[in-house]
């Protein structure tokens, strides 16, 4: 698929980022890997245990997953009250992907009507790329949150289809929002060396959502799947606590579908400058 070739055409603006900051590089066996094995159509439960999911990973006793499950081609996500802000640390299903990749999905967002947009602010799915960390819950400490996503959902209008894209750095969250004219869509993110591009494409072709320079990030990425919902809810613990606790209570309204998820390795087109290229550029290699 030619969409490969895209992500080697980008240029970042971060949003705090530190452009001097030095750069973790893969391996030259590292970045030959194939990782289009990391993909899931999700046409059976078979696969889910492939899956790993970051309270385990950091030892917390959380699961802040109502359902995880995949049935007739479609992977099914309900979180509890649960969301991704500065220090809090939300649900995060992933891969560990070293080297540059270029990840897409297809998702359907609802609130657990299954019909409309959800109403609990800052309900939403996506694709998340996150630093992995090297404390655990056991001696966690502020300040250590780094990632980047791009989710669909409702965010600060209720009721309404939003999407969401964050950059974090250091746990100092940067959001940015706009209005989303449905609950369904494809999502890709691509990474090449220290840049990450946001795209998204609701039916009419796709369009770079947003772009990010994050050198901090190191050659091995934890990449999946987010969802996360009722922030006003979540709000209420401190971090420390929200990361560690299941919130019974609340008024959660998410159901996200993924109908797969897909990895590949990007083609740079020899010669492009990534620092200078276009948008327009960017898509003419996106296309599927």
């Keep these: 698929m030619n969409y490969l070739a895209l992500a080697a055409a980008t240029v970042m603006t971060g949003l705090g980022c530190n452009p001097g900051a030095p750069t973790s ?20 439960s078979a696969g889910l245990g492939t899956w790993k999911h970051v309270h385990q990973t950091e030892g917390w006793n959380a699961d802040q997953l109502a359902k995880f499950t995949a049935d007739g081609g ?19 299903v992933y891969k560990d992907v070293p080297g540059d990749f270029v990840v897409t999905t297809r998702l359907v967002t609802t609130g657990r009507d299954g019909r409309s947009a959800p109403r609990a602010p800052y309900s939403l799915g996506g694709i998340m790329v996150r630093s992995p960390r090297s404390d655990r819950a056991s001696n966690w400490r502020e300040g250590g949150e780094n990632y980047v996503f791009l989710s669909l959902g409702s965010a600060d209008q209720s009721g ?4 969401e894209v964050k950059t974090t750095q250091n746990s100092q969250s940067n959001l940015e929002k706009i209005l989303a004219p449905s609950g369904e869509a494809q999502l ?22 947003k772009r990010y320079a994050r050198p901090d990030m190191p050659a091995t990425l934890q990449v999946g799947l987010t969802v996360y919902t009722d922030y006003n809810s979540a709000s209420q613990l401190g971090a420390r606590q929200h990361n560690g606790t299941v ?21 740079v087109p020899s010669g492009l400058d990534l620092a200078r290229a276009s948008d327009a550029q960017l898509l003419q290699f996106l296309g599927d």
Aim: hydrophobic share 40%.
């Design 247 to 267: 919130i019974q209570g609340g008024n959660p309204d998410l159901i996200a579908r993924f109908d797969y998820v897909r990895f590949l390795r990007p083609k």
């Design 160 to 163: 309404r289809y939003q999407f």
């Design 188 to 209: 890709r993110v691509a990474k090449i060396g220290p840049h990450l591009i946001l795209l998204r494409n609701q039916g009419n072709g796709w369009t770079v959502h």
């Design 25 to 44: 590089q893969a391996t030259p066996a590292q970045r030959s890997l194939d990782i289009s094995a990391l993909s899931d159509e999700f046409d059976s």
């Design 74 to 92: 479609w992977l099914t996500l309900v979180p509890h009250t649960s969301t991704w802000y500065m220090d809090y640390r939300g649900v995060l």
